[in-house]
């Protein structure tokens, strides 16, 4: 078992960067971890910005190149928080440095890439060396109850899967062509951004895995200002317009392996919803629902409770999923704390010495099914199957 502190270098410094920052602080504080988690370095090309980054949230450093981050005898760990155009490039160089790396989602661009990654982590791994992919939502408390409960039976055999993540932060079509919305940087726009979640969601709850989709995509806006400056989601206009080159919304139907059948939205133009995290299963047995909106709160039916209905269980309690570090009972959760669960959780299997989970096979997995709809919605929503693991 290690028990040194081990060097965290984080390549980003934008929402993600912020996210991962105050997990990494939080865990050590909160979760108390047998290896400790030293913020060594942010990285990033502006460095007046991850310098500001850095002095918010107690980085010891700021490197402007990514490969001297990674090089640096006392980083132990690499935290990928940069746009999916570079994750491949960064995961790879990490590994062969001997880094255990955690990698923000989608974890490539392509299913290409993916393998790649993959294959390179499975290597690494033969050293001692963890990968993860940043799935953050597996670890919300609600949901990580939702997980369990479904492995457990209480909902029977699942013939339902209903899954919807909308925000609307592109209703405006005066909103600027940030990096979310090109293809080259980000793979592909709401499906791959936020689709990625859900669909990730759904075959960790089921423990199931998509099997073949159908599915439309769709660019309401196609021409947006270019941005003069911007940093994670908000951006101010410069001059001149861009195409956006990726789906504003995807919607598809699947079919999971076991059998269930499933729907799924994502979209960036549901006007009102912000981060609405929607998952519905129904089984044999009962059923669960749970929004992000609401994300203390999950509703359980149980068809042969005495009186059935569905329960709201308020998940604050501390024989509920990570609950226990936290809070006295009742007091809830935030956006947040994911990322500290993560940071938490990352550095228990490193400790440990067993495989973090969402590993980068379960990431590819993703990006397969993330390939399947585009293939799919390009050839008019024709069936599309996927790819089993190897
Ligand atoms: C933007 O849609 C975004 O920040 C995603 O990139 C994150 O993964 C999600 O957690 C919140 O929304």
């Known amino acids: 078992m290690e028990t040194q502190p081990l060097g965290v270098a984080m390549i980003g410094y934008a929402f993600m960067g912020q996210a991962h920052s105050q997990g990494w602080r939080n865990a050590r504080s909160f979760f108390d971890p047998a290896v400790v988690p030293e913020l060594r370095v942010v990285c990033g090309r502006d460095a007046e910005a991850a ?8 980085w010891q450093s700021v490197e402007t190149d990514w490969r001297a981050a990674i090089a640096r005898d006392d980083v132990d760990i690499v935290d990928i928080c940069t746009p999916g155009d570079t994750h491949a490039e960064i995961a790879l160089a990490a590994l062969a440095a001997g880094k255990h790396v955690l990698c923000e989602k989608p974890l490539a661009n392509s299913v290409e890439e993916a393998e790649t990654m993959t294959e390179a982590a499975q290597r690494a791994r033969v050293d001692g060396i963890r990968s993860m992919v940043g799935f953050t939502y597996r670890r ?17 055999e699942v013939r339902h ?21 090109q293809k080259e940087r980000a793979g592909s726009g709401a499906l791959g951004d ?6 990730d969601l759904t075959q960790f709850i089921t423990g199931d895995r998509l099997a073949g989709v159908s599915g439309l ?34 919607v598809f139907i699947g079919r999971f392996a076991g059998g269930a059948i499933a729907s799924f939205e994502a979209t ?38 005495d009186e059935p209905g569905f329960r709201r269980i308020q998940v604050t309690e501390p024989h509920h999923p990570y609950v226990a570090a936290w809070w006295p009972a009742g007091h809830g959760l935030g956006y947040e704390h994911g990322f500290t669960h993560q940071a938490a959780d990352f550095l228990t299997a ?17 990006q397969r099914v ?21």
């Open 51 to 58: 310098g500001d980054l850095a002095r918010r949230f107690g």
């Open 140 to 156: 919300v408390p609600a949901i990580a109850l939702a997980q369990r409960l479904v492995a457990d039976g209480r909902i029977g």
């Open 161 to 181: 899967v209903r899954a919807q993540y909308l925000q609307d932060w592109l209703v405006d079509p005066e909103s600027p062509l940030t990096w979310r919305l």
């Open 194 to 199: 936020i689709g990625a979640h859900v669909i």
């Open 217 to 250: 995509t769709e660019t309401f806006v196609k021409e947006r200002p270019l941005p003069r400056s911007s940093s994670g989601l908000s951006a101010t206009a410069g001059s001149g317009t861009g195409q956006v080159t990726v789906d504003d919304a995807t």
């Open 268 to 305: 960036r133009f549901a006007t009102g919803r912000k981060n609405a995290i929607r998952l519905e299963l129904n089984g044999t047995r009962g059923s669960i629902a749970f929004d992000f909106e609401d994300m203390n709160v999950l509703n359980v039916y149980e068809a042969d409770a």
């Open 350 to 366: 490193i400790a440990a010495g067993t495989d973090p989970s969402p590993s980068f096979a379960d990431g590819l997995g993703v």
């Open 370 to 390: 993330l390939e399947a709809v585009e293939t799919s919605a390009a050839s008019g929503a024709a069936w599309t199957p996927i790819t089993p693991p190897a």
